[in-house]
């Protein structure tokens, strides 16, 4: 299979492991998961290659020169 649940350390944290199709690029992010009343929500997703975070990179102004 292409894809993998796993485990991490953390147990705030589930890492996901897939090929991206047509390159067969092997991408790995990770799920930072925070309990709630209402369960499980994702609070940031870390991806691995490039060591950014969706939650900084929405939280940037668009005169931010930071990639």
Do not use: C
């Amino acid at each position: 299979m292409d894809l993998e649940v796993l485990a991490t350390a953390d147990p705030r944290v589930v890492a996901v492991r897939f090929v991206y199709p047509g390159t067969n690029e092997k991408i790995e992010l990770r799920f930072e998961v925070n309990q709630t009343a209402a369960g499980p929500r994702i609070h940031d997703i870390k991806y691995q290659r490039g060591g950014f975070s969706l939650r900084e990179m929405l939280s940037r102004t668009l005169d931010d020169p930071t990639p």
